[in-house]
């Protein structure tokens, strides 16, 4: 059997790989759209199950892993900057205070079975000034992630404090997602061992 990813993120490509899982690519194409009066972890749960049933649809029969992530300040919804100036804009809402970082996990076995649950995490960022800012957006890493950073690289110099699962900030919950495999028969030693 074989496990599917439907993200096209690389960094939840390189984490279910650092495990020494075998993952096949497959790039869901679904409307992302906010729909009205419906929260953060409803949206990010519904994207994620959205994204997992277009590729299971297509490739019924194998494991296939959805996921959606949003971070949240003030009761306000930051996911991927639009452009240069939604980069800068997010980063200064961030900026000295805390903040949600939810991921929406939607597992499908191959039998058809699904689970789906999501994760939060909390993340304070360090007092930031103009310049800093500017400095971090310029160095590229603010495009194509929620909340426009990356706790994983340069970012991680933003960040003051984490509560909860740092894989989580970086776009997947992997102790989360370990115990839905589990929950769908998959158990940890045989992740240990990838034998599906």
């Known amino acids: 059997m074989e496990i599917i990813l439907a993200s096209g993120s690389p960094r939840r490509q390189t ?13 869901p194409c679904i ?4 729909l009205p009066d419906e929260g953060p972890e409803e949206m990010v749960c519904r994207l994620a199950h959205k994204k997992a049933h277009s590729v299971y649809n297509e490739f019924p029969n194998r494991w296939v892993i959805g996921a959606d992530t949003v971070v949240t300040v003030d009761g306000e919804v930051l996911g991927k900057p639009s452009d240069y100036e939604d980069a800068l804009c997010m980063i200064k809402k961030l900026q000295g ?3 949600d970082v939810i991921t929406g996990v939607a597992l499908f076995a191959p039998d058809g079975r699904v689970l789906i649950e999501s994760e939060k995490t909390y993340v304070k960022f360090r007092p930031l000034n103009d310049s800093e800012i500017v400095s971090y957006v310029n160095s590229g890493e603010s495009f194509d992630k929620a909340g426009s950073y990356a706790i994983q690289g340069k970012g991680t110099l933003l960040t003051e404090s984490i509560d909860g699962c740092y894989f989580n900030v970086v776009g997947l ?15 940890l030693s045989e992740q240990w061992r990838m034998k599906i």
């Open 15 to 27: 984490l279910l790989r650092e495990l020494g899982w075998e993952i096949i690519i497959k790039v």
């Open 31 to 34: 409307d992302e759209n906010v």
């Open 97 to 99: 205070k805390m903040h």
């Open 173 to 187: 919950p992997l102790q989360r997602l370990s115990r839905m495999f589990e929950d769908l028969g998959w158990s």
